[in-house]
């Protein structure tokens, strides 16, 4: 008997072949009936070890899952969108610098498989491990960026410790000392925008008091703007600067530190994209506390609207 609670809700026209077994279902007695696809092609599933022939011809596809559902929203979304639009319009005019930072995702480095295709001498591909265990000595490395939309450059830092608010505001440090001093030498303030979550979240006490930190060394008041849960995809560094790092090393192996980095510093694009990439070989602990009375001595002001994702840290005389 066949039980039908596990079938479309279209009939399906069913032929069983005599005496045909599944090769990937031994059965039980006890063991209810399922359905296990074999071919997708051929709309051959099975029932308790015997192959059925199914007709598919009603209009079923076979596809990926897709991805519309975003989760729960926040009600000032848009409005926050709009506020941070308007403050990186605000800088920019005044020619103050606006930079977007953001962690790429951390990537395994030794003779491991990359996704994406190169181009290669036939018959020769680039041959790599067939497990992707992590080596001790190489272990994994960790680029966070910072991108400049107003003059389409960026700056990367490639980590081999932590992924810590100490090492994301180190990275600023950097891009502001080589690249964006250069570029603004009259710039009393500096505008970022970065994700809700992560070493540079809202909620990331430490994140603040590194910012205060450089605050004080650079004399720039530092704003932040904060993007809403959620839509970290919308971050300009994402689709400006980091895809193309993607795509750039599709494919091939991440064999030393040496090669991320120069890979990473020779990405460009059609538009004029240029990136500055350097090794971050410093530690970075994780687990350090921030207690009430540092961030009690913070000279962080909040901003009226959603103080906890606007907000700016003064230089501290």
């Excluded at 209009?59 to 990186?88: C, E, I, K, M, N």
């Amino acid at each position: 008997m066949i039980h039908t609670s596990c079938m479309p809700w279209k009939p399906w026209s069913i032929r069983s072949p005599v005496g045909t077994r599944c090769p990937s279902y031994d059965g039980h007695a006890k063991v209810p009936p399922t359905w296990r696809p074999l071919c997708e092609r051929k709309g051959i599933w099975c029932v308790r070890g015997q192959s059925i022939a199914c007709s598919m011809t009603w209009g079923r596809v076979s596809s990926p899952t897709g991805r519309p559902w975003r989760g729960s929203t926040h009600p000032d979304r848009d409005a926050q969108f709009q506020y941070l639009h308007r403050r990186a319009k605000a800088f920019q005019h005044q020619g103050q610098p606006v930079i977007s930072v953001d962690t790429k995702k951390k990537e395994l480095v030794g003779q491991f498989r990359h996704g994406g295709r190169e181009w290669s001498p036939q018959g020769q591909p680039e041959e790599v491990g067939v497990h992707d265990f992590p080596r001790k000595t190489l272990g994994k490395v960790i680029p966070y960026g910072v991108y400049d939309e107003a003059t389409n450059t960026g700056g990367v830092s490639v980590g081999v410790d932590h992924d810590t608010a100490e090492f994301a505001v180190e990275t600023v440090r950097r891009w502001w000392r080589h690249m964006g001093s250069q570029v603004y030498p009259k710039a009393k303030r500096l505008l970022i925008t970065a994700d809700g979550g992560g070493s540079n979240g809202s909620r990331c006490r430490l994140w603040k008091v590194e910012l205060q930190r450089l605050a004080d060394e650079t004399g720039l008041r530092i704003s932040v703007c904060h993007f809403p849960p959620g839509t970290s995809k919308w971050n300009k560094i994402e689709h400006r600067m980091c895809c193309h790092i993607t795509e750039n090393w599709r494919g091939r192996p991440l064999v030393s530190r040496e090669v991320v980095v120069n890979l990473i510093g020779h990405t460009t694009t059609t538009t004029g994209l240029a990136i500055r990439s350097a090794l971050d070989d410093n530690s970075y602990p994780t687990g350090r506390e921030v207690t009430a009375e540092q961030m009690e001595r913070l000279a962080l002001k909040q901003e009226k609207f959603h103080g906890e994702w606007n907000y700016t840290l003064c230089p501290r005389v």
